[in-house]
T-cell receptor, first 111, second 114 residues
Framework: EDQVTQSPEALRLQEGESSSLNCSYT??????LFWYRQDPGKGPEFLFT???AGEEKEKERLKATLTKKESFLHITAPKPEDSATYLC????????????FGAGTRLFVKA | GAGVSQSPRYKVTKRGQDVALRCDPI?????LYWYRQALGQGPEFLTY????????KSGLPNDRFSAERPEGSISTLTIQRTEQRDSAMYRC????????????FGSGTQLSVL
């Protein structure tokens, strides 16, 4: 069964303190791994797609990387406005285009 | 429309009543997904459509839940004989292409079953 596990559940950083969020996945025949950002009371908002091991994507202070078993979302010099829940999702295996999400990592950045 | 629209925004119902949740995707979007999200959790897959065809309904919890998208646009998620455990945020998402990874989410319908 396809599975996505994110860690840590919550992460508290000081402004400017870089860190990484982890997403471990189990899926046969990965079509894509996705990162979304979700602000309180809103729907998830798309950030990145990664398709194969070794691939990297960047957007402002965020950089996503992918291996055969996990993905990392690196946050460089975060700002308070980066505070949100970051969700990882996978598509693939026998699920066709079914997209499965992890529980998310809640990031708090303090000024 | 400019985004995915869901209605109602909030729904309060009594146990045993049927409810219908509506999703109006972005115009022209091919795929439509339904998720349920508990507080502090990620979205839980329920079902998805390509055009009007329901491709996967493996996430529907039981036979009280059903969904349709008869003309390949607006979709309705129906829950019959609601139970308190059905209380959650129900989210709809659409994507422009088959297999396209970029899901656009609506604001959701918060269902409360008393």
């Amino acid at each position: 069964e396809d599975q996505v596990t994110q860690s840590p559940e919550a992460l508290r950083l000081q402004e400017g303190e870089s860190s990484s969020l982890n997403c471990s996945y189990t899926v046969s025949g990965l079509r894509g791994l996705f990162w979304y950002r979700q602000d309180p009371g809103k729907g998830p908002e798309f950030l990145f797609t990664l398709y194969s091991a070794g691939e990297e994507k960047e957007k402002e202070r965020l950089k996503a990387t992918l291996t055969k078993k996990e993905s990392f979302l690196h946050i460089t010099a975060p700002k308070p406005e980066d505070s949100a829940t970051y969700l990882c999702a996978v598509q693939g295996g026998t699920g066709g285009f079914k997209t499965i999400f992890g529980a998310g990592t809640r990031l708090f950045v303090k000024a | 429309g400019a985004g995915v629209s869901q209605s109602p925004r909030y729904k309060v119902t009594k146990r045993g009543q049927d409810v219908a949740l509506r999703c109006d995707p972005i115009s022209g979007h091919v795929s439509l997904y339904w998720y349920r999200q508990a507080l502090g959790q990620g979205p839980e897959f329920l079902t998805y459509f390509n055009y009007e065809a329901q491709q996967d309904k493996s996430g529907l919890p039981n036979d009280r839940f059903s969904a349709e998208r008869p003309e390949g646009s607006i979709s309705t998620l129906t829950i019959q004989r609601t139970e308190q455990r059905d209380s959650a945020m129900y989210r709809c998402a659409s994507s422009p292409l088959l297999g396209n990874e970029k899901l656009f989410f609506g604001s959701g319908t918060q269902l409360s079953v008393l």
